[in-house]
Every structure is written in C-alpha cells, then in structure tokens.
Nanobody, 121 residues
C-alpha cells in the first residue's frame, strides 16, 4: 500500500495550491479518503474527507469555503484544492484511506508520507 502526496510548496497568502495523493496497492474505489494536517509544534488535525464514490464530503470549519476535496477513481487519486491560503494553513498535509471516512484518525488504515505547505504573509 502506498499513498504518495505531492503538490506542496511555498505560496503567498491569498494564493492557491492543489495537493494530489496517488494511491496504489489497494482497491481505491472501496475506500474513503481524507486529508489531515500537522502544523509545527501542534497535533495532527482533520482537514477534509470524501466518501468512496465522491459523494458526501466533510470539512474542518477552518477550511470550509476555501478548500475542496475531490477524487478521480479512474486515476486512483484524491485532490485537495486550497484557495485563499492563510499563514495558518502552514503545515505538513497527509492523505489517508479508510473504509468509512470521517474526522477521526482512527477511521483511517493507510497514511501517506505528507507534503509540506508553507504560506507566507
């Protein structure tokens, strides 16, 4: 099983980035997907999730209206479009796969290695 996150980098406040997470080694279409993030010196927290068919999505209040999670089951990839970035969005972003996605880390069986997003003011 592998979850390869990419797309992180340095961006200015109010800019945008799109993260991708390519999955392999499991049946992608049978798993919900989530994004979490860990800011320096803080615990990892939930950002967004999407169910296995691309239906219901969940977002943390801090990103609602700015971030959009989506997936392409033909490409085994989940995305996180991040708009109107803020310095508080600076973190390592992790993608994760779980049978029943949600806000809790315990719902996810597989985790990627993370990609760093840095937002300058």
């Amino acid at each position: 099983v592998q979850l390869q996150a990419s797309g992180g980098g340095l961006e200015q406040a109010e800019g945008c980035l799109r993260l991708s997470c390519a999955a392999s080694g499991f049946t992608f279409g049978r798993y919900g997907m989530g994004w979490f993030r860990q800011a320096p010196g803080k615990e990892r927290v939930f950002v967004a999730s999407i169910n296995r068919s691309g239906g219901p999505t969940l977002y943390a209040d801090s990103v609602k209206g700015r971030f959009t999670i989506s997936r392409d089951n033909d490409k085994n990839t989940v995305y996180l479009q991040m708009n109107r970035l803020k310095p508080d969005d600076t973190a390592v972003y992790y993608c994760a796969a779980g049978r029943v996605p949600g806000t809790s880390e315990q719902r996810y069986a597989y985790w990627g290695q993370g990609t760093l997003v840095t937002v300058s003011s």
